[in-house]
């Protein structure tokens, strides 16, 4: 058991629309980063969020936003939505402690999107 | 920009056997973490087993090791006794600073 908590576990919407998923970090941890995994391939780094700020992004549209709470939790938001865009949808928390990442990652089970 | 490759996008073995998969990465960094991370069908990733750059003696966590070749960055997952719960996707991960780079990928397939 990790801690880490996504919700929902499955979603379906049209392209065209906004979706927002939302994850809960570990206790004790202050730094959260989400992936996209497509169907067949490893996670993709979207971005991070550390102190309620981005602290780096992936090679990943706008459209794709974020926000981290002062409780650490976080949200993921796309707008626009693309067919493209299903896929699981992981997020991990870890702490981040000076200028020196915490090694450890821990993933929550994550939220199925499906865009049709 | 730092990469991770693993070739074999599927291995299957012998419940009590012995397995190897292997990953290759490409950095120009010189402290770094690698990791094997463990996906079963409940889609939550597992880390498996984390080796620091800087250390050369290779990690051990019970049944699974690795074997660190940092000049020719390679970086293979041993798992021994191999058990029908091992079935999963196993991914070799780097971490670059804030994040992490996945492979694409080992379906592991255990046969009873």
């Known amino acids: 058991e990790t801690g880490v908590t996504q919700s929902p576990t499955h979603l379906i919407k049209t392209r065209g629309q906004q979706v927002t998923l939302r994850c809960s970090s570990q206790s004790g941890h202050n730094t959260v980063s989400w992936y996209q995994q497509a169907l067949g391939q490893g996670p993709q780094f979207i971005f991070q969020y550390y102190r309620e700020e981005e602290n780096g992004r992936g090679n990943f549209p706008p459209r794709f936003s974020g926000l981290q709470f002062p409780n650490y939790s976080s949200e993921l938001n796309v707008n626009a939505l693309e067919l493209d865009d299903s896929a699981l949808y992981l997020c991990?928390?870890?702490?981040?402690?000076?200028?020196?990442?915490?090694?450890?990652?821990?993933f929550g089970q994550g939220t199925r999107l499906t865009v049709v | 920009a730092q990469t991770v490759t693993q070739s074999q996008p599927e291995m299957s073995v012998q419940e009590a056997e012995t397995v190897t998969l292997s990953c290759t990465y490409d950095?120009?960094?010189?402290?770094?973490?690698l990791f094997w991370y463990k996906q079963p069908p409940s889609r939550q990733m597992i880390l498996v087993i984390r080796q620091e750059a800087y250390k050369q003696q290779n990690a051990t966590e019970n049944r699974f090791s690795v074997n660190f070749q940092k000049a020719a960055k390679s970086f293979s997952l041993k798992i021994s006794d191999s058990q029908l719960g091992d079935a999963a996707m196993y991914f070799c991960a780097y971490r670059s600073s804030n994040k992490i780079i996945f492979g694409k990928g080992t379906r592991l397939h255990i046969l009873p």
């Open positions: 950095t120009s960094e010189s402290d770094y973490y």
């Open positions: 991990a928390s870890s702490t981040y402690r000076g200028n020196r990442m915490n090694t450890e990652a821990f």
